[in-house]
């Protein structure tokens, strides 16, 4: 079972990153950009084959590992 | 006008950083994790209202400046 979790910082927390991004892409002559946010797409293969068993256990990895939950959102995606 | 992109390594390409994130989660107690590959995800807020002007626009940032197209893929989603 494959799993897509997207990871993005919360609202009104500063996103130098993106910032970054935003100001690199003004330099090379794109206008108009109003706001860019960097946030981590991380795909997981699990053995699991109950959804709901993989969901639980892909919730907890978003919690122990792969977010700090102070600062950011996560968001699971399986494909079934 | 909201574009989400996602930066992926492309197929075969070594990736450290999923490695090193399967491993952890191995030492964390989760198992049955087959695989991880990271990625990166970007939200571009763009004032071009014409999606098709948009989408040349964000395929041109993807190649110029956000994905480095020997090694990664991009997908672009546009919120209409």
Sequence with gaps: MK???HITLKE???DPQGKA???ALGDLGFGGVDDVRQGK???VDLAETDA???KDA?????KKLLSNTVI???TIDLDE
């Design 3 to 5: 799993a897509r979790i």
């Design 12 to 14: 009104g927390v500063l």
């Design 21 to 23: 991004i935003q100001l």
């Design 41 to 43: 797409y991380i795909e």
């Design 52 to 54: 709901s068993k993989a």
């Design 58 to 62: 892909l919730d907890d990895m978003c």
């Design 72 to 74: 950011e959102n996560y």
